[in-house]
């Protein structure tokens, strides 16, 4: 076009694609060091966890068992929700374990820790 002039890029500088301003010769967040064969996977042994797709009806039972407890609301709520933490992150077996100490206690009765238990084995898969 005649009499449009052309801007050019300053020298020595990035292109305006790069975030932080950085020069591509710096080593990137996202390469693995590795260089060679994926890491394999440690294996565990599967263990029996709260399935997580059926919180919220695990919720609703546990809040039957609780509401029918002499245990004040608010320690229910706490309890409840240590319960479901330990269910789907470390194992239901631990989650027993911590609803016996309740139970040793005295915060529960005989009858509502097997309920919690029933519940906890209805609500669990192997994973």
Do not use: C, W
Not at 44 to 59: A, C, G, V, Y
Not at 101 to 123: A, H, M, P, Q
Request: hydrophobic share 30%; glycine share 10%.
């Amino acid at each position: 076009m005649v009499g449009e002039v052309k801007k050019s890029r300053p020298v020595g500088k990035p292109s305006g694609g790069s975030y932080g301003g950085s020069d591509k010769s710096g080593s990137g967040g996202n390469k693995k060091s590795s260089g060679g064969k994926p890491r394999p996977k440690e294996s565990t042994k599967r263990q029996s966890m709260l399935n997580t797709h059926k919180i919220n009806p695990f919720k609703y039972d546990m809040n039957e068992v609780l509401g029918a407890s002499s245990m004040d609301p608010a320690k229910a709520s706490a309890f409840l929700a240590s319960v479901i933490a330990k269910a789907s992150r470390v194992s239901t077996k631990d989650a027993k374990e911590f609803v016996k100490t309740f139970l040793d206690s005295g915060d529960l009765t005989k009858d509502e820790f097997d309920k919690i238990n029933r519940l906890l084995d209805r609500y669990s898969k192997f994973r």
